[in-house]
């Protein structure tokens, strides 16, 4: 981004290559004098750089790793959920078998007496 305006000739100058975002959401930059400003987009560079000395493979980054969180927690997340199924299931069995002993236990106290 670049703050310009059109100079003399009907050019469009750049002034300020350094555009920044404040908190009320306003881009801002510098200037020696008093004019109509355009903010232009898209400088002549190749998109990996600027002139302020930031680049974009840092946002690159950024949304990799963000992908990657998201993905973890979802990961975590279904093993979680595998874990508490198995643990469900294995319980329900066993109180399952008790049942079904006990009529077995029954039978067998009734020969008994």
Same mark, same amino acid.
């Given at each position: 981004?670049? *703050?310009?305006?059109?100079?003399?000739?009907?050019?469009?100058?750049?002034?300020? +290559?350094? #555009?920044? /975002?404040?908190?009320?959401?306003?881009?801002?930059?510098?200037?020696?004098?008093?004019?109509?400003?355009?903010?232009?987009?898209?400088?002549?560079?190749?998109?990996?750089?600027?002139?302020?000395?930031?680049?974009?493979?840092?946002?690159?980054?950024?949304?990799?790793?963000? #992908?990657?969180?998201?993905? *973890?927690? /979802?990961?975590?997340?279904?093993?979680?959920?595998?874990?508490?199924?198995?643990?469900?299931?294995?319980?329900?069995?066993?109180?399952?078998? +008790? /049942?079904?002993?006990?009529?077995?236990?029954?039978?067998?106290?009734?020969?008994?007496?």
């Amino acid at each position: 981004m670049c *703050l310009g305006f059109i100079n003399e000739n009907n050019e469009w100058e750049c002034v300020d +290559e350094c #555009i920044e /975002l404040n908190e009320d959401g306003q881009y801002c930059g510098e200037t020696d004098h008093f004019t109509s400003f355009a903010m232009l987009l898209n400088t002549s560079n190749d998109g990996n750089s600027n002139e302020c000395g930031s680049s974009n493979n840092g946002v690159t980054w950024i949304t990799y790793l963000s #992908i990657a969180s998201v993905g *973890l927690a /979802l990961l975590i997340i279904l093993i979680a959920l595998l874990v508490g199924e198995i643990l469900f299931r294995r319980k329900l069995k066993k109180k399952n078998d +008790e /049942l079904q002993r006990v009529p077995d236990k029954t039978q067998q106290t009734m020969q008994d007496t």
